[in-house]
């Protein structure tokens, strides 16, 4: 058994004890999320709605999974719709409004009524309370002993606006707070729009709480007795992931990411190259800028500043030559008026260059060091 198994096999190990140690003691947590779904089992679900709306509506209750504006495809009689907490589309809201217009009936159990409907049924301002805990009664007097304590993270959401046209059925009372309408009904056409916006007591934590069904009897009561379309998020939406069956499962998921980490580890430790370090040569140095250095100190040791400043000058002439195609046999005015226009520097710039080349030519011209530095930096400047 080599070093490299004995190391694999110690944090294996180690890894599977941790998953152990997590597994034991984990503790269930409830899902508070508002998820509104008919399938789901957590307190905010619709689970035991779902099971218990056929009864209620007296087995003329069909859940629909395809949106209004894919259902509503051809002319329909009257009926009853009702949408909980549901996104829907705009087409399909209009869908909604010309059924209703038609002669349907609509209650919509939503927080946030969509502008599709406010528009249509009269404008309004949705209002927003922040307290813990409300308590939800219908104004009509024969339910006036009907309501439902709203104890955990209740919406807070109202109308604080309603048009003359619009009749309040329902109310929020808090302790801190005035009333505030919660449960309208507008006539819209031959219809009718039921809106409450606070759908958390159709809830699994509420309706299995005793008494909060029959508030929940009294909201649907408003609607007639006849045929009822709930439209609901669709239920054949299934995962088409290929790993859905294994990550569905809690001992297979485990299982399936301790494999992972084990495969991650062993590619870490495996990715070193297993061959013998390459040793580093060091490439052959450039020694031309050293030997430049060198004549240019030899240069300057020796003094001879004109010998170097008519270098400087044949070297400027060459380039001018050879990059900016001027004749340089006649260093005179014309020439002068070439270089300018095709290096942009001004004339006496230029000029006064001139005169230092000449002086550069000049064999018995008197030299010193500043006129080197002077042309060095001159020529540089122009033809930069």
């Given at each position: 058994?080599?070093?490299t198994?004995?190391?694999?096999?110690v944090?294996?190990i180690?890894?599977?004890l941790i998953?152990?140690?997590l597994?034991?003691?984990?503790k269930?947590?409830?899902?508070w999320?508002?998820?509104?779904?008919?399938?789901e089992?957590?307190p905010f679900?619709?689970?035991?709605f779902?099971?218990?709306?056929k009864?209620?509506?007296?087995?003329?209750l069909?859940?629909?999974?395809q949106?209004?504006?894919e259902?509503?495809?051809?002319?329909?009689?009257?009926h009853?719709i009702i949408?909980?907490?549901?996104?829907?589309?705009?087409?399909?809201?209009?869908?909604?409004?010309?059924?209703?217009?038609?002669?349907?009936?609509?209650?919509?159990?939503?927080?946030?009524i969509?502008?599709?409907i406010?528009?249509?049924i009269?404008?309004y301002?949705?209002?927003?309370s922040?307290?813990?805990?409300?308590?939800?009664?219908?104004?009509d007097?024969k339910?006036?002993?009907?309501f439902i304590?709203?104890?955990?993270f209740?919406?807070?959401?109202?109308?604080?606006?309603?048009?003359?046209q619009?009749?309040i059925?329902?109310k929020?009372m808090?302790?801190?707070?005035?009333?505030?309408?919660?449960?309208i009904?507008?006539?819209?056409?031959?219809?009718t729009i039921?809106?409450?916006?606070?759908?958390?007591?159709l809830?699994?934590y509420?309706?299995?709480?005793p008494?909060n069904?029959?508030?929940?009897q009294?909201?649907?009561?408003y609607?007639p007795?006849?045929?009822?379309?709930?439209?609901v998020e669709?239920?054949?939406?299934v995962?088409r992931?290929f790993?859905?069956?294994?990550?569905?499962?809690?001992a297979?998921?485990?299982?399936?990411?301790?494999f992972?980490?084990g495969?991650?580890?062993?590619i870490?430790?495996n990715?070193?190259?297993?061959?013998?370090?390459?040793p580093v040569?060091?490439?052959?140095?450039?020694?031309?800028?050293?030997?430049v250095?060198?004549?240019?100190?030899?240069?300057?040791?020796?003094?001879?500043?004109h010998d170097?400043?008519?270098?400087?000058?044949?070297?400027?002439l060459?380039?001018?030559?050879m990059?900016?195609?001027?004749?340089t046999?006649?260093i005179?005015?014309?020439f002068?008026?070439?270089?300018?226009?095709?290096?942009?520097?001004?004339?006496?710039?230029?000029?006064?260059?001139?005169?230092?080349?000449?002086?550069?030519q000049?064999?018995?011209a008197?030299?010193?060091?500043?006129?080197l530095?002077?042309?060095?930096?001159?020529?540089?400047?122009i033809l930069?």
């Amino acid at each position: 058994m080599n070093k490299t198994f004995k190391i694999y096999a110690v944090i294996f190990i180690v890894m599977m004890l941790i998953l152990a140690l997590l597994e034991v003691n984990k503790k269930e947590t409830t899902d508070w999320r508002k998820n509104f779904d008919p399938n789901e089992k957590s307190p905010f679900g619709l689970f035991v709605f779902s099971n218990e709306a056929k009864d209620l509506f007296k087995n003329k209750l069909k859940e629909i999974e395809q949106t209004p504006y894919e259902y509503y495809n051809q002319k329909k009689g009257a009926h009853n719709i009702i949408v909980i907490e549901h996104d829907i589309d705009r087409e399909s809201w209009k869908k909604i409004l010309e059924q209703v217009s038609a002669g349907s009936d609509a209650m919509l159990m939503v927080s946030n009524i969509p502008k599709e409907i406010s528009d249509s049924i009269g404008f309004y301002d949705s209002d927003i309370s922040f307290e813990e805990e409300n308590v939800l009664k219908l104004t009509d007097k024969k339910y006036q002993n009907d309501f439902i304590q709203l104890d955990k993270f209740p919406s807070g959401r109202g109308f604080s606006y309603i048009k003359p046209q619009a009749e309040i059925l329902g109310k929020t009372m808090e302790k801190k707070n005035t009333d505030q309408a919660n449960f309208i009904k507008v006539q819209f056409g031959k219809g009718t729009i039921y809106a409450h916006s606070e759908p958390l007591f159709l809830t699994n934590y509420y309706l299995l709480k005793p008494g909060n069904v029959k508030y929940a009897q009294d909201v649907f009561s408003y609607l007639p007795d006849r045929e009822t379309l709930w439209f609901v998020e669709s239920k054949s939406k299934v995962s088409r992931f290929f790993m859905r069956f294994v990550l569905s499962n809690p001992a297979l998921k485990y299982a399936w990411w301790t494999f992972l980490g084990g495969l991650i580890l062993f590619i870490f430790f495996n990715a070193k190259r297993k061959q013998r370090i390459v040793p580093v040569i060091e490439p052959l140095r450039n020694t031309s800028v050293d030997f430049v250095k060198s004549i240019g100190n030899l240069y300057l040791q020796e003094g001879d500043f004109h010998d170097m400043m008519a270098k400087k000058a044949q070297y400027f002439l060459n380039k001018v030559r050879m990059d900016l195609l001027i004749d340089t046999q006649n260093i005179d005015e014309e020439f002068a008026k070439k270089l300018q226009m095709k290096t942009g520097k001004s004339i006496e710039k230029i000029n006064e260059a001139i005169s230092l080349i000449k002086r550069a030519q000049d064999p018995y011209a008197s030299v010193m060091k500043e006129d080197l530095e002077k042309i060095n930096k001159l020529l540089d400047e122009i033809l930069k």
